[in-house]
């Protein structure tokens, strides 16, 4: 099937399918699960709803990112993941605080698959499946201890995948979210950093930057001018280094090319035109405020 037609196809609320091979599973439980995993992260995981999951990050004391995380909730226990690629260091954050807390973390790579399925309704026969808008559009993770061949519906290529994350400015590891990046930066959404939830890693940072208003560089969305699609680098404004691009990649949906970057915030004015170091030029098409 086109591409073009399976894109239209899901925003239209039909559903659709992709295995998560790239992440990284555990499972968190024990009464203190949630006061543990509180500890460590800028969400509120006592407001998540059971069968729902939240993106988020656990920092270092600097306000940085230390590993991205999505989070789901089930009634007597967090499922966690996590990319691949950052596996050994999202492991030992995880657990490396645990002292006196009664909770437990259980890697569940060898027992668990992981399948994001797109759809308003979720898929029957799944004990856990949590609702989120990992993609930017209403879908559910299925955590499946068998392999799964197909849902009866269509598979979601990578192109696609990629080009609905960049259009919901969804940040991901390795590209947005570095441990050069202070979360305020990065995570648009406030289910991923509450200012109004006890202590945590990093807390007094994003709380004096929140307050004080100084968050320099703040995530935006930009459409390219031209018809290739530019090249991660530096952005500028006549000679004046601005920004930097981070991911990029052809949209369905605004079928152009488009990019996710860092710019700062005195320069995020939706219109604006700026260029790349190597003269591709990129129009500003969202500008959201930071958070809070």
Known sequence: MNEKIIYEKLIQGQPGWCSLRDRSLWKAYGKDRTKYLNGQIPADLSSLPVGQSLHTAALNRKGRIDCELWIANQEDAFYIDAPKESEESTEKRLTSFLVADKVSIEQLNDSYRLYHYFGLESPKGF??????????????????????ENFS???VPPRILESLRLEAMIPRWGFELTANVIALEAFLNKEAISFTK???VGQEIISRIHHLGQVNHLLTLFICLDDSIPQCVQLFD??????RLTSSCYSFGYEKPIALGFLRKEYRKEGNVLRTSNDYCLKILKAPPPIG
């Open 127 to 148: 004990e856990l499946c949590f609702f989120n808008k990992r993609f930017g559009i209403p879908g559910w993770d299925i955590w499946s201890q068998t392999v799964i």
């Open 153 to 155: 519906c269509m598979e």
């Open 238 to 243: 006549q000679n004046q280094a601005v920004g």
């Open 198 to 200: 006890g202590c945590y």
